[in-house]
C-alpha cells in the first residue's frame, strides 16, 4: 500500500492551497481504490469526488453572494417601529462574542449543508456496492490480492475500500467549515443534529410485535441511525488530521468578517439609514 504514502511526500515542499490538497487526497486513494474494484466503481470514484469538490466551491459562493448583500436600512426608528431589532441585538451579541475568534454564527443556510452531506453520506454507503459484497461475502475484489483465504485480511482490505469515500467526504466538509468560518466542527455538529432527529424517528417505529424479521429489521434501522452520530465523530477526526494548515485564495486559513457588514448591522439596530458600506 505504498500508493497512500507516495502523494503525502508532498511534504518535503508543501503547498496548503486547498485545491492541491484535495487533488493530494484524491490521488493518495485512487491506487487502492482501483485496485480493489470490480468493474464501474472507479468510475464512481472519480465522479463522486468531482461531485464532493463542485458542492464546496458551490456552497462558498453561494455564502460569499449572500453575505454580500447590504441589510436594508429602516427610514426612522420613531414613525416605524423596527421589528427585527431584537433579532439584530441578538446578532451583534452573538458576532461580539465570537469576535477575538474570528467565527461567524450558524444561520439557517448551514442546515441545507448538512442535508446534501447526508445525501454524500448515504451515496458513499451504497452506490459502489460495498455494503451488498461484504454481507453477502463475496470476495472478488481482493481475490487478485490475497488468493489464498484468509478472512481477516481480506476483511480488512474490503474494510480499506468502503472507508476511502468517507475519508475523501470528511476532507471536503472539514475545508468547507474552515471556508466559511464557523467554529471548528461546527457543520459536522449540525449533521450529528440531523442525524438525531433521524433516529427518533426510527426509534418511533420500533415494533415489538410481529414477526421476528419485522422486530429485526426495525431495530437494526434504529441502531444504525444511532450509530451515525459516532460515525461523524470520527468523520471529523480524520477532516482534522488530513485538512489541518489547509489555505485558501485569501492566503488565510478561515475568512475574517467584515468590519463594513458588521457596521451596516449596527447602523440598522441603531435605526440610521445613512450606513456607508
Known amino acids: 500500500m505504498a500508493s497512500l504514502a507516495v502523494p503525502f511526500l508532498h511534504g518535503l515542499r508543501p503547498n496548503s492551497h486547498y485545491i492541491h490538497r484535495l487533488a493530494v487526497i484524491f490521488l493518495a486513494f ?3 481504490f482501483i485496485i480493489l474494484t470490480i468493474s464501474y466503481e472507479g468510475l464512481f470514484y472519480f465522479t463522486f469526488c468531482l ?6 466551491r458551490l456552497e462558498h459562493h453561494v455564502y460569499s453572494y449572500t453575505a454580500s448583500q447590504p441589510p436594508k436600512a429602516v427610514s426612522s426608528p420613531t414613525e416605524t417601529p ?3 431589532k431584537p433579532a439584530l441585538a441578538l446578532a451583534v451579541n452573538r ?8 467565527y461567524r454564527a450558524l444561520s439557517l443556510a448551514d442546515a441545507r449543508i448538512s442535508l446534501f452531506f447526508l445525501f454524500f453520506l448515504q451515496s458513499a ?3 459502489t456496492g460495498n455494503i451488498a459484497s461484504i454481507s453477502s461475502f463475496s470476495l472478488d475484489a481482493v481475490y487478485r490480492l490475497i488468493p489464498v483465504f484468509d478472512p481477516f485480511s481480506q476483511g480488512a482490505l474490503l474494510i480499506l475500500k468502503l472507508m476511502v469515500p468517507f475519508a475523501v467526504m470528511s476532507a471536503n466538509l472539514g475545508i468547507l467549515n474552515r471556508w466559511l468560518g464557523v467554529a471548528p466542527g461546527a457543520l459536522f455538529m449540525v449533521v450529528m443534529a440531523v442525524g ?3 433516529t427518533l424517528n426510527f426509534f418511533y417505529m420500533v415494533k415489538d410485535e410481529g414477526s421476528w424479521l419485522d422486530i429485526g429489521t426495525t431495530i437494526s434501522h434504529f441502531v444504525i441511525a444511532s450509530l451515525l452520530g459516532v460515525f461523524v465523530a470520527g468523520l471529523e477526526s480524520v477532516s482534522e488530521v488530513i485538512v489541518s494548515g489547509v489555505e485558501f485564495d485569501s492566503g488565510k486559513k ?3 468578517p467584515k468590519k463594513a457588514q458588521n457596521g451596516a448591522v449596527n447602523g440598522v439596530l441603531n435605526g440610521r439609514s445613512d450606513v456607508k458600506t
Open 30 to 32: 485512487a491506487p487502492s
Open 51 to 56: 461531485c464532493l469538490f463542485s458542492w464546496v
Open 82 to 84: 423596527n421589528p427585527l
Open 95 to 102: 458576532l461580539a462574542s465570537l469576535k477575538s475568534r474570528n
Open 125 to 127: 454507503f451504497f452506490s
Open 196 to 198: 438525531d432527529v433521524m
Open 254 to 256: 478561515t475568512m475574517q
